[in-house]
């Protein structure tokens, strides 16, 4: 019996490598490029992500954007 792992991890995990890939060339084509298709890949992988880590990503980023948001409102 062989281990496969889920879906989501697997394009979860290929979007970041091809964005990391994309970081690292010089070229702008390709950094767009790869941007481009890691970030489609990533939304493809969050999208088959079960429900609890979506939820808890999007409480994450919530958080992270309120405090950016409560530091522009003091200033």
């Known amino acids: ?3 496969m792992p889920p879906d ?5 995990l290929a979007g970041l490598g091809i964005i990391g ?3 690292r060339t010089g070229e702008e084509v ?4 790869a941007a481009i298709a890691g970030s489609i890949l990533l939304i493809w992988g969050f ?9 808890l990503v ?14 522009c409102l003091r200033v």
């Open 1 to 3: 019996m062989t281990f």
């Open 8 to 12: 989501y991890l697997v394009f979860l």
């Open 21 to 23: 890939i994309g970081l």
């Open 30 to 33: 390709v950094r767009i490029a």
């Open 47 to 55: 999208a088959l992500t079960p429900l609890p880590f979506q939820l």
């Open 58 to 71: 999007e409480a994450i980023s919530i958080m992270a954007v309120f405090s950016v948001c409560v530091r």
